[in-house]
């Protein structure tokens, strides 16, 4: 007796096999797609890897000799005639006595047969402007000094700098480099001599901007970069904290708080030298506050930063579960208790995170600093907020315009010197998170 149902499954079976064929065969090609998603994906950050690699080596390369520097060793003699004539050692009469002669007299004494105008002006072209400079700070601080000969170590020029860091080639034609042969010469003297010698480069981290390449340093740009951003986190951290609490916890849910959001999420979008040319108009133009001052750079850079804060915060605040409210409102707490002792310090972490990220984004930026006039020459020091001062990223950017090669070197090393403090905020940033941060 025939079973239909028997037979049914027979005709069926070809039917069965081609479709389980048909399904592996998708599915190796969909394997396969993968793996080639996954390969391009790899190659993709091999490439990336590579030129951050590439990036760094050509940075390092070219400014890590700029964190040393090369010294002449001088013995000048301190010519009270020259000095002091009266021998009252009156600060005003030491302040504009010529140092400089001196140097360079001590140089002639130390070449003897050069006598030529053009030759003794190449052969003190070899010690910097600053040596007449360091030795008058010293007769300044220790008049006493005046009629004896003092030992000291002064800078050498930025050419002979260049020199003996490996930077000029010798055996380059003579038109072709800045150094003459005879100047070489002269420099090799002094090196079997022991006169010459590198040492590390303080002046780098202490010195303002200068125009002359061995005596530029990071040191006023350094304050300034300080001063702004802690102007920037004095305004930017209260104000975009209080802004989300307020816009999560209390705002009510209309046409007005969404207008505001939207434009928050618009602001963080919006390019940075426009904040600049607000900043132009709004406090210097209109409340003619200082130009090129930190106080103006960090009101600036928290109308940047604002946005950036208020999201993170506002994030940090929805990830606290609604559990941990609903308990402390069970208990008897107030709205505003609950957000300050209960909301708050779980969500700080988050704040923090994003503060750091959106203070580290301000470090770097440069356009709207250049609005305001941050962009002029400062040699000196700041000492507060209201000071004219630059800051790290303008610095890097007039060093690089300069034509010297000695500044390639000390636009390189700024470089170095900021990426390591924005690769410290960041690495603070996610000590923070990994610290503090919960998982519910």
């Not at 981290?205 to 802690?230: H, K, N, Q, V, W």
Request: aromatic fraction near 8%; charged fraction near 20%.
């Amino acid at each position: 007796m025939n079973n239909p149902q028997a037979n049914a499954d027979q005709d069926n079976t070809p039917v069965r096999r081609r479709s389980i064929d048909i399904v592996q065969a998708g599915l190796s090609k969909r394997y396969a797609a993968e793996k080639r998603f996954q390969l391009y994906g790899k190659l993709a950050i091999t490439m990336g890897l590579l030129f951050l690699v590439l990036l760094f080596t050509s940075i390092i390369s070219k400014g890590y000799s700029a964190f040393v520097q090369t010294f002449v060793h001088l013995d000048v003699q301190l010519d009270a005639s020259r000095l002091d004539p009266d021998g009252n050692r009156d600060p005003k009469v030491l302040a504009r006595a010529d140092y400089g002669g001196l140097v360079k007299s001590t140089l002639r004494d130390m070449f003897p047969a050069v006598t030529g105008r053009s030759d003794k002006r190449e052969l003190y072209s070899l010690v910097s402007n600053g040596a007449a400079y360091q030795l008058r700070d010293m007769v300044m601080k220790n008049p006493d000094l005046i009629g004896s000969k003092v030992s000291l170590w002064v800078p050498a020029s930025s050419e002979v700098d260049m020199l003996m860091k490996g930077r000029v080639d010798r055996k380059a034609k003579e038109g072709d480099r800045q150094l003459k042969d005879k100047q070489i010469a002269w420099i090799d003297s002094m090196a079997k001599e022991g006169r010459i010698e590198k040492r590390f480069n303080t002046v780098l981290f202490t010195a303002g901007d200068s125009r002359d390449p061995e005596l530029a340093g990071i040191g006023g740009a350094a304050m300034g970069s300080i001063y702004t951003l802690l102007v920037t986190l004095i305004l930017s951290f209260p104000i975009g904290v209080a802004a989300a609490v307020y816009l999560e916890e209390f705002a009510p849910r209309n046409r007005w708080t969404d207008l505001i959001e939207v434009n928050i999420n618009n602001l963080a979008a919006v390019p940075s030298i426009v904040f600049g040319l607000l900043g132009l108009a709004v406090f210097i133009n209109f409340f003619g506050m200082p130009r090129s001052a930190p106080v103006v750079g960090g009101l600036v850079l928290t109308l940047m930063t604002l946005p950036t804060i208020i999201i993170a915060s506002r994030a940090a605040l929805k990830s606290v579960p609604p559990s941990i409210r609903e308990a402390a409102l069970g208990v008897g707490a107030s709205p505003m208790q609950t957000i300050i002792y209960h909301v708050l310090p779980l969500s700080m972490p988050g704040m923090l995170t994003g503060t750091i990220i959106g203070m580290a984004q301000a470090l770097g930026e440069t356009a709207p600093l250049l609005m305001i006039g941050m962009v002029a020459f400062i040699v000196d020091i700041p000492q507060g907020i209201f000071d004219p001062s630059t800051v790290l990223p303008v610095q890097i950017y007039l060093w690089a315009d300069s034509p010297e090669r000695a500044f390639v070197e000390r636009t390189s090393a700024a470089i170095m010197i900021l990426l390591g403090f924005l690769i410290l905020m960041n690495a603070l940033a996610v000590v923070l998170r990994k610290r503090f941060e919960r998982r519910w």
